[in-house]
């Protein structure tokens, strides 16, 4: 763990992902929604709540370097609700850490709540100063960002778990999100990634009315 806002003990490796250009080897498909047993071999409570309202699915993409070549241990996640259109999106950038997979990056498209950046991430290594007043919020309420390079500077504990973690940094992103093609341009922009404009929308999207 760092000290006193050090950013040297985030490694450098992430921050060389971070910053280079990177491609898709392939399209996945979005994870499957789970299906409702139905019949007289089912037996519930009168009062048992049954529904997939609340099913998250994803798409996980590997990555390659800007020539095709794969690189390690470095993913793309695309998460979504399975039936409710255009809210609580994310896309995350993770890579290898230790046993698991840490978050470097993630955007945050139409989340039901707002994002509070901390007086201490605010403070924090003159984040407030580097990023400017106006970019970095204490509230962000609407689509966001937690970059990799504004995290860094908070310190290798801003990628960890526990209060300090889970990319406490964040700034607005700018202009209005009106479309899933507008998410997926933002997360090719913010995590250098090609080949991602295309990728379709979740298939359960395209039918359910909005909710």
Same mark, same amino acid.
């Given at each position: ?7 040297? /003990?985030? +490694?450098?490796?992430?921050? #060389? ?8 080897? *392939?399209?996945? =498909? ?78 945050? /498209?139409? +989340?039901?709540?707002?994002? #509070? ?8 290594? *003159?984040?407030? =100063? ?82």
């Amino acid at each position: 763990m760092s000290k006193g806002g050090d950013s040297s /003990a985030v +490694p450098d490796a992430w921050r #060389q992902i971070a910053e280079r250009k990177k491609t898709l080897m *392939g399209w996945p =498909e979005w994870s499957e929604v789970a299906t409702l047993t139905a019949g007289t071999a089912v037996h519930s409570r009168r009062d048992d709540l049954r529904t997939v309202a609340a099913e998250i699915i994803e798409a996980l993409f590997q990555l390659a370097d800007e020539d095709g070549t794969g690189l390690v241990g470095v993913r793309l996640r695309l998460k979504a609700w399975a039936h409710r259109r255009q809210r609580d999106v994310t896309a995350t950038l993770e890579v290898v850490g230790g046993r698991s997979f840490v978050t470097i990056s993630r955007l945050d /498209a139409w +989340p039901s709540d707002p994002h #509070q950046n901390s007086l201490k991430a605010l403070k924090r290594l *003159g984040v407030k =100063e580097l990023l400017g007043v106006k970019e970095l919020r204490s509230t962000i309420d609407g689509s966001h960002v937690h970059r990799f390079a504004d995290n860094a500077r908070y310190g290798v504990e801003a990628f960890g778990p526990g209060p300090e973690g889970n990319l406490p940094v964040a700034v607005a992103l700018p202009g209005n999100l009106q479309s899933f093609r507008d998410f997926l341009r933002s997360v090719m922009l913010e995590f250098n990634v090609e080949g991602l404009g295309d990728f379709p929308s979740p298939p359960s999207w395209q039918v359910i009315l909005w909710l």
